[in-house]
């Protein structure tokens, strides 16, 4: 037991924690209804360092983003554009060929591939940068496109899910991001995406993935018309689909970035905010093996403290980050190595850095 919890009702969730017990759907809303977030972050650092010790992760990764033209107009999203519009653009093969070249060294393990849905672009033209990156690039792992995006090629080729996952999976798919999950909720969805796949449909891809040997990732938007009932609810979902399947092998919180949306009246969050959803994520999602602090979306001196508040991961260099600094980020667009690793030291945990499924690469003593 923690020797102070200003919050009492607290002390029977800390009961669980302490004792392996699973937490309840009513846990998450009184964690969520809490303020005593060092109890929370405490209890989170607990599970964090029983499951990972001392550690902390991070990869050597590029962020490519093919194309920003949608269909979609999501009132969340900064960076879709009509195919028209001023500022749209859309890469060519040799294009993603020679941006993914670019400043490339054999450091690099992970290409972390999303982008628009673009109304004109066929299956294959996808299918052919996949290709053609793994060809070019057959070390790198290819982290490529949401399910968000295998719903919509599906709907381009005419294709099951089941058939496009084997697609790309031949092609040199070796697992899927997290994003587009939002809020599953569907009064959320309704007002901030109204035209995105729902929250069933996102799981029940992920899923399908999971089975057809693709894991994922998997993510939460917070910080803007959701409730607390809607967040628990959407990590309950979570919990529930990786008991099913197993599949998923990191959760990331993602903070909401409100300028240049049509949402931009809500206010972005806040360092508390940030730290209460990392560490409630680490309590309630007991079968996930890693929280991630994204930090490009909370900066890295918060995603720093968030190693202490359950995340085990911080990401990884990304090189050049558009989707997030489209929406008004003000954090660098990518970070060296040596930076991540002193970021890490500077919190007294052990940088090791992995690759995508999280083998070890890495262990700077």
Same mark, same amino acid.
């Given at each position: 037991?923690?020797?102070?919890?200003?919050?009492?009702?607290?002390?029977?969730?800390?009961d %669980?924690?302490?004792?392996?017990?699973?937490?309840?759907?009513?846990?998450?809303l009184?964690?969520?209804?809490?303020?005593?977030?060092?109890?929370?972050?405490?209890?989170?650092?607990?599970?964090?360092?029983?499951?990972?010790?001392?550690?902390?992760y991070?990869?050597?990764?590029?962020?490519?983003?093919?194309?920003?033209?949608?269909?979609k107009?999501?009132?969340?999203?900064?960076?879709?554009?009509?195919?028209?519009?001023?500022?749209?653009?859309?890469?060519?093969?040799?294009e993603?060929?020679?941006?993914?070249?670019?400043?490339?060294?054999?450091?690099?393990?992970?290409?972390h591939?999303?982008?628009?849905?673009?109304?004109?672009?066929?299956?294959?033209?996808?299918?052919?940068?996949?290709?053609?990156?793994?060809?070019r690039?057959?070390?790198?792992?290819?982290?490529?496109?949401?399910?968000?995006?295998?719903?919509?090629?599906?709907?381009?080729?005419?294709?099951?899910i089941?058939?496009?996952i084997?697609?790309?999976?031949?092609?040199?798919v070796?697992?899927?991001?997290?994003?587009?999950?939002?809020?599953?909720?569907?009064?959320?969805?309704?007002?901030?995406?109204?035209?995105?796949?729902?929250?069933?449909?996102?799981?029940?891809?992920? %899923?399908?993935a999971?089975?057809?040997?693709?894991?994922?990732n998997?993510?939460?938007?917070?910080?803007?018309?959701?409730?607390?009932?809607?967040?628990?609810?959407?990590?309950?979902?979570?919990?529930?689909?990786?008991?099913?399947?197993?599949?998923?092998?990191?959760?990331?919180?993602?903070?909401?970035?409100?300028?240049?949306?049509?949402?931009? #009246?809500?206010?972005?969050?806040?360092?508390?905010?940030?730290l %209460?959803?990392?560490?409630?994520?680490?309590l309630?999602?007991?079968?996930?093996?890693?929280? %991630?602090? #994204?930090?490009?979306?909370?900066?890295?001196?918060?995603?720093?403290?968030?190693?202490?508040f359950?995340?085990?991961?911080m990401?990884?260099?990304?090189?050049?980050?558009?989707?997030?600094?489209?929406a008004?980020?003000?954090?660098?667009?990518?970070?060296?190595?040596?930076?991540?690793?002193?970021?890490?030291?500077?919190?007294g945990?052990?940088?090791?850095?992995r690759?995508?499924?999280?083998?070890?690469?890495r262990?700077?003593?």
């Amino acid at each position: 037991m923690l020797p102070f919890i200003s919050d009492r009702r607290l002390e029977p969730i800390a009961d %669980k924690v302490f004792s392996g017990r699973r937490l309840t759907f009513e846990d998450g809303l009184v964690l969520y209804g809490s303020h005593d977030l060092i109890t929370i972050g405490q209890l989170a650092n607990h599970v964090r360092e029983q499951q990972h010790g001392n550690k902390a992760y991070y990869n050597i990764n590029r962020h490519i983003n093919p194309t920003n033209v949608c269909v979609k107009f999501c009132r969340l999203c900064a960076y879709g554009r009509g195919r028209n519009e001023k500022g749209a653009y859309t890469m060519a093969l040799g294009e993603v060929l020679e941006y993914a070249s670019r400043g490339f060294t054999d450091d690099i393990t992970e290409f972390h591939i999303v982008g628009g849905l673009h109304p004109d672009l066929p299956f294959e033209y996808y299918v052919d940068i996949i290709r053609a990156l793994h060809q070019r690039f057959p070390t790198v792992h290819l982290k490529a496109f949401t399910m968000v995006e295998i719903d919509w090629l599906a709907k381009l080729s005419g294709k099951s899910i089941e058939e496009v996952i084997e697609i790309l999976k031949e092609a040199g798919v070796g697992s899927f991001p997290g994003g587009g999950a939002e809020i599953f909720n569907s009064r959320v969805r309704k007002i901030i995406c109204t035209t995105k796949i729902s929250g069933h449909r996102w799981l029940q891809i992920a %899923k399908t993935a999971h089975r057809l040997g693709v894991r994922s990732n998997a993510t939460m938007l917070y910080g803007h018309v959701e409730t607390d009932a809607e967040r628990v609810e959407h990590l309950f979902l979570l919990r529930q689909a990786q008991d099913e399947t197993g599949g998923f092998m990191t959760f990331i919180p993602l903070a909401f970035h409100p300028d240049n949306t049509p949402l931009d #009246y809500i206010r972005p969050t806040t360092g508390f905010m940030d730290l %209460k959803n990392v560490a409630i994520a680490r309590l309630i999602l007991d079968n996930f093996p890693h929280i %991630k602090s #994204y930090w490009i979306q909370i900066g890295p001196k918060l995603a720093q403290v968030s190693l202490s508040f359950g995340a085990d991961d911080m990401d990884g260099t990304i090189i050049e980050e558009r989707i997030t600094h489209s929406a008004g980020a003000q954090t660098a667009l990518g970070l060296t190595r040596d930076t991540l690793v002193g970021l890490i030291r500077q919190t007294g945990r052990i940088p090791v850095e992995r690759d995508t499924v999280y083998k070890e690469l890495r262990v700077a003593v």
